[in-house]
């Protein structure tokens, strides 16, 4: 019978996921990675990749199928598909917002529902979703990838609280800056060009960028994973990256909110 515990881990094919999925395999783990079926990526080696695409029911739950058939449980989920849009909240369309919150959000609530059944049907697991330090801190010009992630938080939480007794374990890490491919990808939104916020839209988003490709090294994020999974009681929150950046966090709960509202503004010349 196979003894090594199963991970299952979206958006495995790059960044963050990547070097989770790539961690995992080295902690012991058999895991099983997803891709969107357009973009099969560069995932770590000896991870075994399923198509699967979060903003569909069926394409989430056929995965989950599949990992199941496969390994014949899932002990630990890992969240990690997203992606971030980039643009004033006034300026953003309908159709932008929702596409940002079907992946990063429903996305999420897809592998939950899918996968929580079959963490209760034997007893225990461990859901870990990657959120950001942007679900504590709103940036600006990021506000709709900032909400999807604030989002999480309250999900998770809840969460965590009613799965409890059926033996599984929710976790919620919070990274800071990580040198990914998640710079290149991030999306802008369609009316930027005509947008009277055009230039301050610029200012912070030379800073973000700049932040983001001299951010931590990813492999950070896979060991904390790697840590967390070996816990048996594990907290629900985890901030990990820079310390200055670690500390940011803190003196949103610490100081005058006015106050830490000029500090972020200034820093992201907003």
């Not at 902690?27 to 990675?33: D, I, K, N, Y």
């Not at 709960?253 to 830490?260: G, N, S, T, V």
Request: glycine share 8%.
């Amino acid at each position: 019978m196979e003894s090594r515990r199963v991970a299952l881990v979206t958006g495995a094919a790059s960044g963050l996921g990547r070097a989770t999925a790539g961690r995992l395999v080295e902690a012991g783990f058999r895991v099983f990675g997803t891709y969107l079926p357009a973009d099969p990526g560069d995932p770590a080696p000896s991870v075994e990749m399923v198509a699967a695409d979060v903003d569909v029911d069926e394409s989430v739950d056929a995965a989950v199928a599949a990992v199941t058939e496969a390994a014949g449980r899932i002990d630990l989920l890992v969240n990690c598909a997203g992606f971030g849009i980039a643009g004033p909240i006034v300026d953003t369309s309908l159709e932008e917002a929702h596409r940002q919150f079907e992946t990063n959000f429903f996305g999420v609530l897809r592998m939950c529902r899918a996968v929580v059944p079959v963490m209760r049907e034997r007893g225990r697991g461990t859901i870990i979703t990657i959120g950001s330090i942007g679900g504590i801190i709103a940036l600006p010009y990021q506000g709709l990838y900032s909400a999807t992630k604030f989002a999480l938080e309250g999900l998770m939480e809840a969460l965590r609280m009613e799965v409890r007794p059926s033996g599984i374990r929710v976790v919620l890490i919070e990274p800071a800056d990580f040198t990914t491919g998640f710079t290149e990808a991030r999306r802008t939104i369609d009316a930027m060009d005509t947008s009277p916020e055009r230039d301050r839209f610029d200012r912070s988003l030379k800073v973000i960028e700049s932040d983001e490709v001299n951010g931590s090294d990813p492999a950070l994020v896979g060991d904390l994973v790697a840590k967390i999974a070996r816990r048996r009681y594990p907290r629900l929150r985890y901030t990990v990256g820079e310390p200055s950046e670690r500390l940011a966090a803190m003196l949103k709960r610490w100081i005058p909110y006015w106050a830490f509202e000029r500090i972020i503004r200034q820093h992201y010349r907003a």
